[in-house]
């Protein structure tokens, strides 16, 4: 795994081994995603939820975020994380918070431009995920956007009060779905 653009273009990063639920996104499927988020990154607010060792917030911090919070709750991809900020040389843009996801969202921090969420598959945590945003719309800035990564096979509409869902890019079993909160 390592870093596709920006000022850490070409780094290695530490890669998930041995804990579960953990899956980095490789590849393709990561060019394709940051093609889309791209025109947000620059000076953006980057949170980046259940963060495993940070690949997608270090991609976005390389790419010109102002600023990304990592949160993530177990201790492996805690050191690992760390690891691959201080061998980016982007710990300094970069606040790691050891936190369970939804604890943290329901904490209502200052509101974000990016929120993505890449939670632990088949344990219903994505819709979770979504729907603790939905309840605390706080959490993203205005013209923001929330983009959760799942399998395409746990995907199913929820039933939303403040989030729009927006666009869906699949890549082989890699879903991305994206949503905006309503105006």
Known sequence: MRVIAGSAKGHKLVSPKDYEGTRPILG????ALFDILQPRLPGCRFLD???GVGG??????????????FVE?????????????????????AEVVRADAFAYI???PTPFDVVFASPPQWLDLWSRAVLAVDAHPELVAEDGIVVVHLDPREYRELDLTNLVPGRHRRYGNLLFCFYEVRA
Do not use: M, W, Y
């Open 73 to 93: 709750v177990h201790d492996k991809p805690l050191r690992d994380l760390r690891q691959n900020l201080a061998k980016t040389g982007l710990d300094h843009v």
């Open 106 to 108: 329901a904490s209502q």
């Open 49 to 51: 939820l259940f963060a």
């Open 28 to 31: 393709r499927a990561k060019e």
């Open 56 to 69: 997608v917030g270090i991609e976005a911090a390389s790419r010109g975020a102002q600023s990304c919070v």
